[in-house]
T-cell receptor, first 116, second 113 residues
Framework: DVKVTQSSRYLVKRTGEKVFLECVQD?????MFWYRQDPGLGLRLIYF???????EKGDIPEGYSVSREKKERFSLILESASTNQTSMYLC???????????????FGPGTRLLVL | AQSVSQHNHHVILSEAASLELGCNYS??????LFWYVQYPGQHLQLLLK??????LVKGIKGFEAEFIKSKFSFNLRKPSVQWSDTAEYFC???????????FGPGTRLSVLP
């Protein structure tokens, strides 16, 4: 079974703090993704990475950065947290394009972040 | 830009009722299609997927979906819902050969016992 884990289920931070969200997958997947999930908006892609040290902006990258130093780990960084970044953050991984399994994405449990 | 729409924001059904959740996408090329489900307090999990072949696909827990290419639709169905089907359902599209998924806004299903 694919397992995607996220470092925290719940986080409370103050405005202006630097926030690190970590994601680890154990299936040797090339692709990893960070989304935020907000009611009525579905999942919106923040950043993704298709290889170590590679990153691509998604639909809403402003205010975020990412790091992928190892294949299994993908970190999301909020450089200076703001109240509008209060949300549920989901990490996902998938095999590379053409690898089979239809490139299905597998999700972690999510981190619910509250910025005060 | 690609987009995915889901017809209903919130659906309320009684147990044993039939379910159909609508999903339409806008993309001119070949796509892979997915339905994901998120049960209360749990992570998103794959319900079913379509890549090619028979446009009627069966998933877990008695769900099925039909791909109608001419309508750019991928509707989710279940003949008889149970209380345990209460969840949020997301339709997603991935262009063939592309890296990224595009998710719909989700439909919340509440099944009354």
């Amino acid at each position: 079974d694919v397992k995607v884990t996220q470092s925290s289920r719940y986080l409370v931070k103050r405005t202006g703090e630097k926030v690190f969200l970590e994601c680890v997958q154990d299936m040797d997947h090339e692709n990893m993704f960070w989304y935020r999930q907000d009611p009525g908006l579905g999942l919106r892609l923040i950043y993704f990475s298709y290889d170590v040290k590679m990153k691509e902006k998604g639909d809403i990258p402003e205010g975020y950065s990412v790091s992928r130093e190892k294949k299994e780990r993908f970190s999301l960084i909020l450089e200076s947290a703001s109240t509008n970044q209060t949300s549920m953050y989901l990490c996902a991984s998938s095999p590379r394009v053409g690898a089979g399994d239809g490139e299905t994405q597998y999700f972690g449990p999510g981190t619910r972040l509250l910025v005060l | 830009a690609q987009s995915v729409s889901q017809h209903n924001h919130h659906v309320i059904l009684s147990e044993a009722a039939s379910l159909e959740l609508g999903c339409n996408y806008s993309y001119g090329g070949t796509v892979n299609l997915f339905w994901y489900v998120q049960y209360p307090g749990q992570h998103l999990q794959l319900l079913l997927k379509y890549f090619s072949g028979d446009p009627l696909v069966k998933g877990i827990k008695g769900f099925e979906a039909e791909f109608i290419k001419s309508k750019f639709s991928f509707n989710l169905r279940k003949p008889s819902v149970q209380w345990s089907d209460t969840a949020e359902y997301f339709c997603a599209v991935k262009p063939l050969g592309g890296q990224n998924f595009v998710f719909g806004p989700g439909t919340r299903l509440s099944v009354l016992p």
